[in-house]
Nanobody, 116 residues
Framework: QVQLVESGGGLVQPEGSLRLSCAASGFTFSLYVMSWYRQAPGKERELVADITSASRTTNYADSVKGRFTISRDNAKNTVYLQMNSLKPEDTAVYFC?????????WGKGTLVTVSS
């Protein structure tokens, strides 16, 4: 059974940091491109960052460049999102995604709230 389980969300003050984790199981994690998406209230889901299977390439949304870092540990079947200098506009549900060719898996999301 495929599972993607996000953790690490919560309430943080502006300029604070959080580290999200996504633990994967039920598929060959190392073969998949892993991504973080987010969806703010009333907005469409958007890509935040992705990382190729061998960690050779990362890609970031312009809004998070220089503040967020995506990484993965294929031995632990886990992908991470380190989020620094958080802003209120980063408030959203953050989703983990695994993609390979036509196959696409999603986690249920973790809520990040940036507020003073």
């Amino acid at each position: 059974q495929v599972q993607l389980v996000e953790s690490g969300g919560g309430l943080v003050q502006p300029e604070g940091s959080l580290r999200l984790s996504c633990a994967a199981s039920g598929f060959t994690f190392s073969l998949y491109v892993m991504s973080w998406y987010r969806q703010a209230p009333g907005k469409e889901r958007e890509l935040v960052a992705d990382i190729t299977s061998a960690s050779r390439t990362t890609n970031y949304a312009d809004s998070v460049k220089g503040r967020f870092t995506i990484s993965r540990d294929n031995a632990k079947n886990t992908v991470y999102l380190q989020m620094n200098s958080l802003k209120p506009e980063d408030t959203a549900v953050y989703f983990c995604n695994a993609k390979r060719r036509e196959t696409n898996y999603w986690g249920k999301g973790t809520l990040v709230t940036v507020s003073s």
